[in-house]
């Protein structure tokens, strides 16, 4: 039986997975998303770590907000959801962005003002405002 979401034994096997997650990862893609990570957190600072889906992901409030996986030629975030995209407006352009999906190559550095911004657009969108 897998524990509930927000308790500690479950915020601990998530975090597991993620580490686990993190170590099958070539070292390129395993830099990109563990930055992903790192500017998600920094941009809400209540998240944790979580796993659904087979992949990484963060929850705030015991929900779960974004994934985001690695593989072999990008990185990808997801739910990217239509008001999301709204709200990124132009700055997804150089992005290949699909219905759910942001991918950033591997090659190319993070653009950490837009994932900061993505993060705080879909938490915007878990609690029923506007994004901005």
Request: glycine share 8%.
């Amino acid at each position: 039986m897998t524990p509930p979401s927000g308790s500690s034994s479950g915020l601990a096997a998530d975090r597991a997975r993620v580490r686990e997650y993190f170590s099958k990862q070539p070292p390129d893609a395993r830099r990109q998303i563990r930055r992903i990570r790192e500017l998600i957190r920094a941009a809400i600072p209540r998240a944790v770590d979580g796993f659904s889906y087979g992949i990484p992901a963060v929850r705030v409030d015991g929900r779960l907000l974004v994934w985001y996986a690695g593989w072999k030629a990008h990185c990808s975030i997801y739910p990217v959801s239509p008001a999301v995209r709204k709200a990124l407006g132009r700055d997804l352009g150089r992005y290949a962005v699909s219905k759910g999906t942001i991918r950033f190559p591997l090659d190319r550095p993070l653009p950490a003002t837009l994932i900061r911004r993505l993060a705080k657009a879909r938490l915007s969108e878990l609690s029923g405002r506007r994004t901005r």
